[in-house]
């Protein structure tokens, strides 16, 4: 079975200081790709970051990187200099590739940019 | 703004109704998914649709049902509704079906409360 667990219901975070969002996931299927997505206050679900399993080196988009360690079975965000508008819930999720298109999500971490 | 639609935004009915929810995928995808965010629950996936063919399908309930029209907009329907299907469901869309990294992009959900 597919699982992705995020251990943390709350962070916070200073305002243009780092801070990693941990995401661990469980598979069997031999390909899959990690995805992160932000959920601002509105609802929206925001398309962040891709890592795929057989990439050589971690994702980075901006911002955001993922730290890609396979034989830990973790693919935690790093979002540099953190700004007010980062405050949302982020969401880890997985697509294997022997489950179709679902996505299977985390509970997520609400984030707090503190000025 | 992805480009996925949603209609209605906000839906107020009381239990033991019945409603539809309506999605539009970005201009080019054929594959549809409808996922159900609750508190309790998270964020589950309900099912998937590609090119008008049921192609997965999550935890959906029996009074649950969907469909996507040759034009490929797809519709959830939920009948029989309790007070736990008050949820934000989101539809998300992609191009394929098969590759992991197929980033999925979601419209900004409909949000069902059932009184």
């Known amino acids: 079975a597919q699982k992705i667990t995020q251990t943390q219901p709350g962070m916070f975070v200073q305002e243009k200081e780092a801070v990693t969002l941990d995401c661990t996931y469980d598979?069997?299927?031999?390909?899959?790709?990690l995805f992160w997505y932000k959920q601002p206050s509105s609802g929206e679900m925001i398309f962040l970051i891709y890592?795929?399993?057989?990439?050589?080196q971690n994702a980075t988009e901006g911002r955001y990187s993922l730290n890609f360690q396979k034989a830990r079975k973790s693919a935690n965000l790093v979002i540099s200099a953190s700004q007010l508008g980062d405050s949302a819930m982020y969401f880890c999720?997985?697509?294997?590739?022997?489950?179709?298109?679902?996505?299977?999500f985390g509970q997520g971490t609400e984030l707090s940019v503190k000025p | 703004d992805s480009g996925v639609t949603q209609t209605p935004k906000h839906l107020i009915t009381a239990t033991g109704q019945r409603v539809t929810l309506r999605c539009s995928p970005r201009?080019?995808?054929?594959?549809v998914y409808w996922y159900q965010q609750s508190l309790d629950q998270g964020l589950q996936f309900l099912i998937q649709?590609?090119?008008?063919?049921?192609?997965a399908k999550g935890n959906i309930l029996e009074r649950f049902s969907a469909q996507q029209f040759p034009d490929l907009h797809s519709e959830l329907n939920l009948s029989s509704l309790e007070l736990g299907d008050s949820a934000l469901y989101f539809c998300?869309?992609?191009?394929?079906?098969?590759?992991?990294?197929?980033?999925?992009?979601f419209g900004p959900g409909t949000r069902l409360t059932v009184l």
């Open positions: 998300a869309s992609s191009v394929e079906l098969g590759p992991v990294n197929n980033e999925q992009f």
């Open positions: 598979t069997s299927d031999p390909s899959y790709g």
């Open positions: 890592q795929g399993s057989y990439d050589q």
């Open positions: 999720a997985m697509r294997g590739v022997n489950q179709g298109g679902k996505l299977i």
């Open positions: 201009s080019g995808d054929l594959s």
């Open positions: 649709y590609y090119n008008g063919e049921e192609r």
